[in-house]
């Protein structure tokens, strides 16, 4: 079985310690980071797989665009406090996989949310491919017209 590597983004070691317990019963390599600039480098340097990003501390709609940006292919949860399930859909319609309830994070429902995004993450990076490829198509007929 091969290792998945996953990136938290939180401030709180909170989150880190709730997320190495969670993850501790599968093959899961667990780098917490606290911020967006130290991920980037991170997302270049190592083979990450999937990312966690807390949006606990942050109303900003914005932090969910730029780890989208930064992560490209890499699949995003987010992670919420109870009582914001609207930031996480909004996070979701952003572009992330899916967000989940910091209260509610327990091992078997943060390892299954972590392999649906990194199984599905493929397929949506194909069909982004396909759709650019398409787009680049059709413009080029608007051209010879």
């Known amino acids: 079985m091969s290792v998945t590597t996953v990136l938290l983004v939180s401030r709180t070691s909170d989150d880190a310690d709730r997320a190495r317990a969670a993850l501790s ?10 911020s967006q600039s ?28 730029s780890m989208l940006r930064l992560a490209r292919d890499i699949p995003v949860l987010v992670l919420i406090l109870e009582g914001h399930e609207e930031l996480g859909r909004a996070a979701v319609e952003q572009g992330a996989d899916a967000y989940i ?6 091992e078997s429902y ?18 982004r ?14 051209e010879g017209v």
């Open 25 to 34: 019963g599968g093959s899961f390599d667990l780098i917490v980071v606290a």
């Open 38 to 65: 130290d991920a980037g480098a991170l997302l270049v340097e190592r083979g990450i797989d999937c990312v966690l990003l807390d949006l606990s501390d942050s109303d900003d709609p914005g932090s969910v665009l």
């Open 101 to 106: 309830v910091r209260a509610e994070i327990d």
């Open 110 to 127: 943060l390892q299954r949310a972590i392999h649906h995004a990194t199984v599905r993450a493929p397929s949506r990076s194909a069909l």
């Open 129 to 142: 491919d396909s759709s650019a490829h398409l787009r680049a198509v059709l413009d080029s007929l608007d």
